[in-house]
């Protein structure tokens, strides 16, 4: 691997980025990320970068001064004559507004794309994005690194028997899929209707769920309310136990206490997102992803293949 390399991190989530520089065996790069008396963010790195590839991991969800760092350290770096910079976005904010449902909305998950690039990114990394498409906002390399084989392994050491994969809406059959196709399972989907943001009108099960164990996967859990929703009707319908397995944990309106005193048996998320008093909910179980992102960096630093993470 080539060495001449250094990984950076804003604050969003420093203890995901050292548990990265583990994996890869380096140490993380010195850089002050603190604010101004007025509150505005002053970065400073400590360290010579010049000619260096860097990496920026920073996940992106509110307050928006976590995405305002990623722009400023990513222009810091580009100004200190850096040969190459990888913005690392485990969370990417602003993803679920990838397109125009009606007139006069903002696409703002192609903003942020425009703005990443714009202050200096010359490749791009995320986890699994709200829509694959969006690694089409960046004209850039880019690579939407998958959490699905970590669910996979994980549900596979359960050993769990009669399951059914679940994919909570149509936009996410391809993630349940690909789940599904890893531990030799059905499907089942719901459609979901929403008339509002964050509010369900409707859910309707398509497949059959009776005497099954459900799992059923998501790219991010926000309100809760689909997740909710999704179990209360998989009970009705006769499934014996209920699993919830998502990529992101951005738990608003205190929805981890909602699902972890719903009926389901475990919520399993990964690390991309500091989640706060973890120890409070004994059904929360958090996988890493730092050995995926830090693989990723070795890749691109060796010139590997990334897709072969995928598999
Ligand atoms: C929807 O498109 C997403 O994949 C998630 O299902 C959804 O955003 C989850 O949101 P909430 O937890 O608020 O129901």
Avoid: W
């Amino acid at each position: 691997m080539d060495n001449d390399f250094k990984v950076f991190a804003g604050n969003s989530n420093i203890e995901l980025a050292k548990k990265v520089c583990d994996y890869i065996g380096i140490k993380l790069g010195d850089i002050e990320v603190g604010r101004f008396e007025d509150g505005e963010i002053k970065v400073i790195i400590n360290e010579n970068v010049r000619g260096k590839n860097v990496y920026v991991i920073q996940s992106t969800p509110p307050p928006s001064d976590n995405y305002l760092e990623l722009f400023i350290i990513l222009d810091a770096l580009r100004r200190a004559s850096t040969e190459a910079i990888c913005a690392i976005t485990p969370y990417y904010g602003y993803g679920r507004q990838d397109r125009k449902t009606r007139g006069r909305e903002p696409i703002s998950a192609k903003l942020m794309a425009n703005l990443i690039v714009a202050s200096g990114a010359t490749r791009f990394i995320a986890v699994d994005l709200h829509a694959g498409q969006i690694q089409g906002f960046f004209d850039i390399p880019s690579d939407n690194l998958s959490a699905i084989p970590l669910f996979a392994d994980y549900f596979i050491s359960k050993n769990i028997s009669d399951v059914v994969v679940v994919s909570p809406d149509v936009g996410g059959v391809a993630r349940a899929n690909s789940l599904a196709s890893r531990l030799r399972a059905p499907i089942v989907i719901f459609a979901k209707r929403r008339e509002k943001p964050d509010e369900i009108a409707r859910m309707d099960l398509v497949g059959e769920v009776k005497g099954k164990n459900a799992i059923i996967i998501d790219d991010g859990i926000y309100t809760g309310g689909t997740l909710i929703n999704a179990t209360k009707i998989l009970i009705e319908k006769g499934a014996k136990k209920v699993y919830a397995a998502a990529t992101h944990g951005i738990f608003c309106n205190h929805s981890l206490k909602k699902l972890n005193d719903s009926p389901l048996e475990e919520i399993v998320i990964t690390d991309t997102l500091k989640i706060k008093d973890n120890d409070n909910f004994e059904k929360l179980k958090i996988i890493s992803v730092a050995p995926l992102i830090g693989e990723a960096i070795k890749r691109v630093q060796e010139h590997s293949s990334i897709s072969e993470l995928f598999k």
